[in-house]
């Protein structure tokens, strides 16, 4: 078989990421601790596969969850895994959104959208 890896070989059959926080949200921001050296980091922990390795060397430059997964044509969800690898092991820190989600709408009532369509049908 000589196709492309399956996403669930690289994360070893996991779909969420490990550990405390295991939300990342795809805006997260994620860096290479400066005092990390990927080389020993990479002899310590031999389960870290080329995927991680990768997510270390482009996360010397602070970069999204969304823009990793790009760089690497790698799906969101397996990045995420990855990434939260690489957190529990104090590789990489992970920054909240710089930007606060927007609430959820709030739903209007029925009776104002059936006042707007009587609205709109008297204009004809």
Request: proline share 10%; with cysteine.
């Amino acid at each position: 078989m000589s196709g492309p890896v399956r996403p669930y070989v690289i994360t070893g059959g996991r779909s969420r990421p490990s550990g405390p926080d295991q939300e990342l949200a795809l805006e997260s921001l994620i860096s290479v601790d400066p005092a990390v050296l990927i080389d020993e980091l990479l002899q310590r922990q031999p389960g870290l596969n080329r995927e991680h390795r990768r997510i270390l060397l482009l996360c010397r430059e602070l970069l999204s969850i969304a823009e990793v997964a790009a760089h690497l044509g790698l799906p969101l969800a397996v990045v995420k895994v990855l990434v939260g690898d690489l957190r529990d092991l104090g590789a990489v820190q992970v920054l909240p959104p710089a930007v606060p989600p927007v609430p959820q709408a709030k739903r209007l009532p029925a009776t104002l959208l059936e006042e707007v369509l009587v609205g709109l049908r008297q204009l004809r």
